[in-house]
């Protein structure tokens, strides 16, 4: 029992700290602050923290992370949150110190560890920092059920409000708590910075050279690049929870967890369920967030659940500004798979956990939706959020808007795309700076795999074979739709992925024996599908390519020549006009079109580099490919319509490709006046754009406030009365106005007057027109 005395001193030293620590902005307060921190919590056992974690922890995260900022912080000012600080000050002091205090074997998360045993303090997460998802599933009890069973992360840790009873929370322990905001903070700074960033001009000279210093392979400073990455404190923070809370030998101690058999007498659950919540809790922060098909199609389908958030998602791409701390996640994740097997062979390639054969397993899918599988890799944890996350930032990516994000994406893919490639020498420098041995087990096991592609890796290859296939074409049309903002730069990002596919033989084989199958297959026998090896595998593809790609494809039509609805085939070996050697025969022809008009003094090595992606393709593709007998050593002069009007391709023109964008922004047909059509389609995107039908609304459902005035006046007079009247007229015809809007946005209705420019329509309209006239002058 603690004295009242004592836990009255223990509250008021608490409050002092928690104002300390709330007042240190510059390094020695912070330093003085951390030094503060540690001495309170070495003097108070766990038991007598209660008021640390109640009073001055809160104030702790708010300072570590700079989260209580009442506004965001612009160009000119700098963010005080400490991480913030010690890396705009660049001040390595400062860095070992909250490091020191925020390192899982410092004295704080020690203390945490004590007083979660003890289970003294719960927090609740504000619903407003959630992923997008998951804020949306909180507002009534029957989608917080069907969270609750869906999603893993948040079982058990959703509550009901005891204050407001029809509301729901998330309440967690202190670590819980604690990752959370560590999993928001690169959230919340890659949203601020987005809502700075300011629209890009396109000129013909305009050159994104920041492109080079962030894509693998195109940089020639990438020294730099990585030791920026080993001085940031978020980086190493990450880095050394991972190595903590996931760690590898752990995985190959005990890989079987679906029986108690399998455990040992000393083995200890609540270190594999740490490392589960880690690890979803990053994934739902980084790369589900604002997806609208945030689980598995099947399991949802399984327990009767359809998420409605397409309406209100929209073409929202992911947080920028996160590519960074995903590359190190999802490296570490694969070589803590990965490592000890040297990759997978075709034997472990099984089908996702969340497969269901029948209502009967709904509740083992449940369960195994978002756990490891039974191989001990944590690689079916990020297959479908990883491969949505790089596609979304492909699809959705703004044309006239920053694109670091689309820069990062495509580094992260490229290095998915190459494990073999991956090493725990990539984190030599960040475990001497850690102070961690340099031969740990996972680095010792690393080194016995043999670097390169082999055979062993069949099974990572074929367990991600959209990463090798579809998601290709689909940066084909991402390369297409910004091929004139820097010719040379996409044409390298281009050559990269194709020099991946064909970086091996047996690699590259094994792509077009999937291929050749998955066609194969879908005129056969379901009966002759288990024949072969590959054979076993093509269901599980087959299930991927539906579920991962649910609900994505292109809607707009400024170079993407891919089909509305892509995800049913695999197109990269197809022949056609949408087969992937078409459109990258059209993306060589394009490319040499805009490199003869920009390029200058670098145009021939620049042909060259045409050259050699030719070169790739015509291994790629089996056969060569026709040289543009247009290529010449002096450059053409272009007006910028020529430079941006389609290419004709083979016997086919432009105008004979299929339109597969905008509707309302297609081609004039036949029928049509094509002057009226561009000015009827000019007025109604300025009417789409007045009244705000081209943007999603964010703020449905949510409550009106209306501010009642303290002075309460009489009404008196006619005069006063019709001006009263008027006003509630007038108000009700804006609601009116404002509903109506509403439920055109909900149902992603726009304002489209180009039926108008109809040659019917015109004809009709100059006849009734002319008929009145006539009428009128034999009246008279």
Known sequence: MIPHSYATDTQSKATELASTVAAAVSPPQIASACAAVESFLSKHAPDQQRWFFSVTFPALICRI?????????????????????????????????????????????????????????????????????????????????????????????????????????????????????????????????????????????????????????????????????????????LYVYLHTFVPSQDLYVQPYRSSLLHYSPGYDSSVMERAEFLISTMIHFWLVDSDFSPLPTDLCKAIGVTFPFRSVLGETPPTSGLGDVINVFMKYLNLSSFGAMGGLDESEVRSPGWRVSGSDDVVKTRDAALSVNSSGSWNLMIQRPLYRYILRTFLFCPVESSIKNATQAFSLWVDYMLPWSISFKEFADLN??????????????????????????QGFVLGNYLFYSSLVMHFIGFAHKFLHTDAEIIVQMVTKVIDILTSNVELMDLIKSVDNVFHSKTAAEPSKSMLTGLNRCIPTILKQLQDWEDGLCESDADGSFLHANWNKDLRLFADGEDGGQQLLQLFLLRAESELQSVSGNNLSQNLQSLDSLRALLSQLFGGPLSKSPSQTSQPRHQSREEIFKPRSFGSQTGAEIKFKGDWMKRPASSDEIAWLASILVSISDWLNEKVGLNRVDSNQGAASYLEVLSEVKSVHGTKETMKVVFSCFLAWVMWLCQTGVQLLRRYGLRVNLRWLASKRIVAMLLFVIVFNLLKRAFAL
């Open 432 to 457: 001497e700076s850690l102070g961690l041995p340099p031969s740990s087990s996972a680095n010792c096991i690393t080194e016995l795999s043999t670097p390169g592609y082999a055979s062993s890796w």
């Open 65 to 237: 992370f700079g989260f209580d900022d009442s506004s965001p912080p612009s160009a000119t000012t700098k963010r005080n949150g400490w991480i913030d600080v010690a890396t705009s000050e660049n001040d390595s002091e400062l860095s070992g110190r909250l490091f020191s205090l925020l390192s899982p074997n410092g004295l704080l998360l020690s203390s945490i560890s004590g007083v979660d045993r003890l289970s003294l303090v719960k927090y609740v997460f504000p619903n407003e920092r959630l992923p997008e998802w998951v804020r949306y599933m909180l507002q009534n009890e029957k989608d917080c059920r069907v969270l609750i069973d869906l999603c893993t992360l948040f079982r058990n840790r959703i509550k009901e409000d005891p204050i407001k009873g029809t509301a729901y929370q998330v309440q967690l322990n202190v670590l819980e708590y604690y990752l959370f905001w560590f999993a928001y903070y690169p959230v919340c700074r890659g949203n601020s910075e987005s809502s700075e960033t300011v629209k890009v001009q396109r000129t013909k000279k305009f050159r994104l050279e920041n492109w080079s210093y962030s894509i693998p392979g195109l940089s020639s400073t990438k020294r730099e690049t990585e030791k920026k990455t080993e001085g940031n404190l978020y980086i190493r923070l």
